[in-house]
């Protein structure tokens, strides 16, 4: 989608901070960090534009982004642990209408969800 922020992103028109891609998959660093470490992983297709558009048609890239998140845990050495979340629509505070996911780390975690 040409006037979609993480498309034109993930076809390079607009630069990021690239931590790891495939075929599928880009992660970049946020612009806005709300950790140490904050990623954003998103497949680079535009898959739907959140988790509410998930069906069992594409499904299987958000597999994929969770793989992608458990390489750079490793790669990263995220012993301590990370969080992953998903905003979807605007009562969540989801800004970016593409699916994708938050990787947090590098500093412990508030435990309050919401
Ligand atoms: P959402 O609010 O939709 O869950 O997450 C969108 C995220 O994209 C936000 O955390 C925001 O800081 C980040 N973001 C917005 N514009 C850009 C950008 O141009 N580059 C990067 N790297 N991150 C962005
Ligand atoms: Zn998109």
């Known amino acids: 989608m040409s006037d979609c922020l993480f498309c034109n992103i993930a076809a390079g028109k607009i630069p990021c901070d690239i931590v790891y ?8 660093r946020d612009i806005q960090p709300q950790a140490p470490i ?20 594409n499904s299987a890239i958000v597999g994929k982004c969770f793989e992608a998140a458990a390489k750079l845990a490793s790669e990263l050495e995220l012993k301590e642990g990370f969080r ?10 989801q800004s970016v209408p593409h699916l ?13 969800m919401a």
């Open 38 to 57: 904050h990623l954003l992983i998103i497949p680079k297709a535009h898959a739907a534009d959140g988790a509410a558009g998930i069906n069992e048609g």
């Open 84 to 93: 992953m979340v998903t905003n979807n629509g605007p009562a969540a505070g």
């Open 21 to 28: 891609q495939d075929e599928e998959i880009l992660a970049f």
């Open 100 to 112: 994708h996911f938050h990787l947090l780390a590098g500093k412990p975690l508030t435990l309050q």
